[in-house]
Nanobody, 120 residues
Framework: QVQLVESGGGLVQAGGSLRLSCAAS??????YSWFRRAPGKEREFVAA????????YYARSVKGRFTISGDNAKNTVYLQMNSLEPEDTAVYYC???????????????WGQGTQVTVSS
């Protein structure tokens, strides 16, 4: 059974940093992504990585502040979030798929999510 388990969320002040982790089990994927859903808003794409090629892609709102990376040996993907803003408050979801393009758009496999709250 495929499982994606996120961790690392929490409460942080504006300007602070957090690192989210996503551990995959049950199978390995070539591409992972992070999405988020803020209160009252639609889910939005944040970042994606192809662990086979190292290709990354970011939403404009987080580019330069967030960094996605992967550890193939641990089947784990990370999202380093710096210079956090109150607007980054959301539930962050890890997702995975065999295709990078699909991982960006409509990944088939999802974690349960982890809450990130940024106070002003």
């Amino acid at each position: 059974q495929v499982q994606l388990v996120e961790s690392g969320g929490g409460l942080v002040q504006a300007g602070g940093s957090l690192r989210l982790s996503c551990a995959a089990s049950g199978r390995t994927f070539s591409s992972y992504s992070w999405f988020r859903r803020a209160p009252g808003k639609e889910r939005e794409f944040v970042a994606a990585i192809s662990v086979s090629t190292g290709t990354t892609y970011y939403a404009r709102s987080v580019k330069g502040r967030f960094t996605i990376s992967g550890d193939n040996a641990k089947n784990t993907v990370y999202l380093q979030m710096n210079s956090l803003e109150p607007e980054d408050t959301a539930v962050y979801y890890c997702a995975a798929d065999r295709s990078f393009a699909v991982a960006v758009a409509t990944p088939a496999n999802w974690g349960q999510g982890t809450q990130v709250t940024v106070s002003s």
